[in-house]
Every structure is written in C-alpha cells, then in structure tokens.
C-alpha cells in the first residue's frame, strides 16, 4: 500500500503520468526522501519490469526506503547513496535512465552545474529530466519563500546544451514543474571552463 501522506501539495500518480512514466521505465528520484513520496508510486507504475532508484545522501533515509521495499514487497526499487551534487558519485549506469525526478531539491543544491551535469549523465539521450520545486509564494508547508527558487531562475540555472527545455506545469497548489529532454549532446562537449 502507498503511503498518500502529502499527496494534496503534490500527487505523485498524476505528477507521474503527466510527465509520462511507461511500464518498463527506468526512473531515478534524486534526493527521494524518507517517505519515498515519489519512488513507491513510480515502482507500481513501471511494473516488475521497470526500475527505480531512490537517490538520497542519508543512509537512514535509505535504510527507510529499503525497508519499506521490502515489507511492501517492491522489487523493483533499489536504494542508492550519492551526494548529486557530485559529478560522477551516483552509481547508476550512465545513460540508462528513461526518467529523472528532480523534487524540491534544486533549491537546496549547493553546486547547481554539478547536479546538472550529474542528472544529464544518467538520463538516456531523448529521456525526459523532471525538475518540480515550490513556487515562491507563501504555503502552509515547505522552506521560507526567499529559500525557493522561481521557474525563471531555475530556468536558467538548467540552461545548457545537456539538456532541452520541453514544457512547465501545475505540479499542485505550491508547486510548478519543468520538463526538460537530454539531447545527444556528450558530457565532454559541455565541461564547464574554470
């Protein structure tokens, strides 16, 4: 059973379906969170067939996530330590992700370029990147409105040829999401210059 604890700021089936999860997808949430808010409901999407990783830098919150996989029996879920700022710390196969779930944590990123980078070298050319974070008016929950980060900025924070700009939408009352493709462009091709 999912836990829908949270799903009136953001509903993770129709977030999913809106940016559309398939039977047999490869997905990673990056920075999933104890609850597993978005991992459990993509692991029923994707089937036996699928994947998904929930990325997270707190071993206790993985430690959730395994046993909560377990107990529910999700076999398809597999926990994976990384810090995403960290260009090449994820240990997930590069270019093997059909979707990458980036959920209110583009705010707290502490190198952006990195995580861009990092995100980019997961996804499959032609995947779609999925970039959801709180609008920066007032809300019940979530950080103070001068800690969020507006779809404008974050615009251009993901600006780079990596990445395709694709669509945005309501993700909930508090939220917008971006949905971006990985193009064909090589991780070489696209070093930042120091």
């Given amino acids: 059973m999912v836990n829908q604890s949270g799903t009136e700021l953001i509903n993770p089936f129709k977030l999913l379906e809106r940016v559309g999860i398939r039977q047999g997808n490869r997905v990673a949430d990056l920075g999933c969170g104890s609850l597993g808010h978005f991992v459990f409901p993509a692991a029923q999407l994707v089937g036996a067939q699928g994947a998904v990783y929930a990325v997270d830098v707190q071993r206790s919150v993985l430690d959730q996530i395994e046993r909560r996989a377990k107990d529910q029996q999700f076999w398809n879920v597999f926990p994976v330590w990384s810090d995403i700022d960290v260009f090449g710390a994820t240990r997930i196969d590069e270019g093997s992700l059909d979707l990458t779930l980036l959920?209110?944590?583009?705010?707290?990123?502490?190198?952006?370029?990195?995580?861009?980078?990092e995100m980019a070298r997961l996804a499959r050319p032609g995947s779609r990147i999925v970039v959801v974070e709180w609008k920066t008016t007032a809300s019940p929950l979530g950080?103070?409105?001068?800690?969020?980060?507006?779809?404008?900025?974050?615009?251009?924070?993901?600006?780079?040829?990596l990445i395709e700009y694709h669509d945005s939408f309501e993700a909930g009352p508090y939220h917008y999401g971006l949905i971006y493709y990985r193009t064909d462009k090589q991780l070489e091709d696209s070093a930042p210059s120091s």
Avoid at 104 to 117: C, F, M
Avoid at 143 to 161: C, F, Q, W
């Fill in 103 to 117: 959920i209110n944590n583009l705010y707290l990123s502490q190198n952006r370029p990195q995580l861009l980078r």
């Fill in 143 to 161: 950080p103070a409105p001068d800690k969020r980060i507006d779809a404008e900025e974050a615009k251009k924070v993901l600006e780079s040829p």
